[in-house]
């Protein structure tokens, strides 16, 4: 894929990687003896979707010394996903999580070991500006914002910095409320970062629980009054709706699924169509349409990126 940009990366994008251990067999995570291990992280699975339809992408994180580190670093390679600002910390170690098998469109059970983990520990000092400025968007999550002061200090210098820089910026609530110490912190600090983003990614549950709000209009005024150039509001298996500073709205409807299989993914899934479209320059409503469609097949898949599709398998679909 041939993107006109003097940018030596298209996307670039910050947080925790994981390994991620998923059931071999359906039921409660205590009776489960056999696993398949992957690897996990909001940011992560948007950086591998990007990276599958042919975008460059660079990775920003940090992993310990131990072989959950090399597992991931060795995934990164796979995905084609530059890894030069990935930091072995030997002071901390690589968190990992425990997931429940389904196949019934039912949640499933997550744990997660993830407390003190090295890329709880990003901070300003992880950010490059010469990296970061080689990147023409910039992709962020609440996740990685929920992880620490200093990770959520480095996300807000790397919003500040690549805004000023004239790049575009996408941010995704991606809301974690088990990670934050209370529903008001949460909400204060996401909103204070979501109002450096161009685009505002919120599923529709997210964006009433930060707004107040109850209809997806009034949550995507609440944004656009803050300088947000565009706001898509996931309305889960509806599609999504939108409204932009322009004044343009609509809805765009989803992809019917014949069976749902794993929904973890599938907003990660949404993220990649819509940025990976709008960088191509295409209108929003097409980018929407492709992310409909991208997280309908997440969901067709076990796994959190096993269904990311390529440059190929997506099609003109």
Not at 78 to 104: A, H, M, N
Request: proline residues 3%; contains cysteine.
């Amino acid at each position: 894929m041939n993107l006109k940009t003097d940018a030596t990366l298209d996307v670039v994008t910050l947080g925790e990687a994981m390994a991620m251990f998923v059931a071999g067999e359906r039921g409660d995570l205590a009776s489960a003896t056999r696993f398949s291990k992957r690897a996990a992280g909001a940011e992560l699975n948007v950086a591998t979707g990007l990276a599958r339809l042919g975008l460059r992408v660079g990775w920003v994180s940090r992993v310990g010394d131990d072989s959950f580190g090399r597992f991931i670093c060795q995934q990164l390679d796979l995905e084609g996903i530059d890894r030069r600002q990935v930091t072995t910390d030997r002071r901390y170690p690589t968190g990992f999580q425990l997931k429940s098998s389904v196949d019934d469109g039912s949640d499933p059970q997550v744990e997660y070991f993830r407390k003190g983990s090295a890329a709880s520990h990003l901070s300003t000092d992880d950010f490059n500006p010469d990296y970061f400025g080689a990147a023409r968007h910039l992709h962020l999550s609440g996740v990685a914002a929920a992880l620490s002061d200093s990770s959520l200090a480095l996300v807000h210098h790397a919003a500040s910095e690549m805004k000023a820089a004239g790049r575009s910026l996408s941010f995704d609530p991606n809301l974690r409320p088990s990670l934050w110490s209370s529903e008001g912190v949460m909400v204060e600090r996401l909103n204070a970062l979501a109002q450096h983003a161009d685009w505002v990614l919120p599923g529709l549950a997210e964006g009433q629980i930060l707004t107040g709000y109850r209809q997806p209009e009034a949550i995507a005024d609440f944004y656009l009054a803050k300088g947000v150039k565009a706001v898509v509001i996931k309305t889960g298996s509806d599609g999504a709706w939108y409204k932009t500073a322009a004044g343009e709205r609509g809805h765009v409807a989803g992809f019917p699924v014949s069976k749902v299989v794993d929904t973890v993914g599938a907003g990660d899934g949404f993220a990649v169509g819509v940025i990976s479209a709008l960088l191509e320059g295409k209108a929003l409503p097409a980018a929407i349409r492709r992310g409909n469609k991208i997280g309908s097949l997440a969901i067709q898949a076990i796994g959190d990126s096993e269904g990311l599709p390529t440059r190929a398998a997506l099609g003109d679909f």
